[in-house]
Antibody, heavy 123, light 107 residues
């Protein structure tokens, strides 16, 4: 069974940093594009970033470029999101998600999702 | 960036009703569109991909259609389990974007 388990969320002050992790199991992690999607409290979904199977390509939404870094460790079946210079508007549940098909050269829709981890940016 | 505009934002309906949600893209996305269902406190669930392909295990009362800039999600006969929020998602070009969501409520 495919499982994606996020961790690392919590309360952080504006300007601070946080590193989210997503532990994957039940599939060959190194074969899939992976993504982060967030949802502010009571709001809609926002695509944040994704990363190619080998980490050679990454893409970001403009609002996090230069502040967030997506990365992966295929040896440990793990996805990460390093978040720096955090702002109040980054407060959200952050979901880790997986593409549907292994081996694609391009990112795709999102088939498998974790349960999310809450990040709260507040003083 | 491609903007995705969903309508309506809220939809009140009854069990057994047929409902349609619309998603418009600010430029053509061909058929690179997915629909998700989300219930409170839960992760989104994929319903439709490539605008009209039904994900395995999703009931056939869910239908997606459209291409280019205009897309619809139709639920042919609402079941109690269908009352949730629905989002469209374009994966044609970066940054990928979602519609703002449609909350389907019980009338």
């Amino acid at each position: 069974e495919v499982q994606l388990v996020e961790s690392g969320g919590g309360l952080v002050q504006p300007g601070g940093s946080l590193r989210l992790s997503c532990a994957a199991s039940g599939f060959t992690f190194s074969n899939f594009w992976m993504s982060w999607v967030r949802q502010a409290p009571g709001k809609g979904l926002e695509w944040v970033a994704n990363i190619k199977q080998d980490g050679s390509e990454t893409y970001y939404v403009d609002s996090v470029k230069g502040r967030f870094t997506i990365s992966r460790d295929n040896a440990k079946d793990s996805l990460f999101l390093q978040m720096n210079s955090l702002r109040a508007e980054d407060t959200a549940v952050y979901y880790c998600a997986r593409d549907p098909v292994s081996g694609h050269d391009y990112g795709d829709y999102l088939l498998k999702w974790g349960q999310g981890t809450l990040v709260t940016v507040s003083s | 960036d491609i903007q995705m505009t969903q309508s309506p934002s809220t939809l009140s309906a009854s069990v057994g009703d047929r409902v349609t949600i619309t998603c418009r893209a600010s430029q053509s996305i061909s058929s690179w569109l997915a629909w998700y269902q989300q219930k409170p406190g839960k992760a989104p669930k994929l319903l439709i991909y490539m605008a009209s392909s039904l994900e395995s295990g999703v009931p056939s009362r869910f239908t997606g259609s459209g291409s280019g800039t205009e897309f619809t999600l139709t639920i042919s006969s609402l079941h109690p389990d269908d009352f949730a929020s629905y989002y469209c998602h374009q994966y044609n070009s970066y940054p990928y974007t979602f519609g703002q969501g449609t909350k389907l409520e019980i009338k």
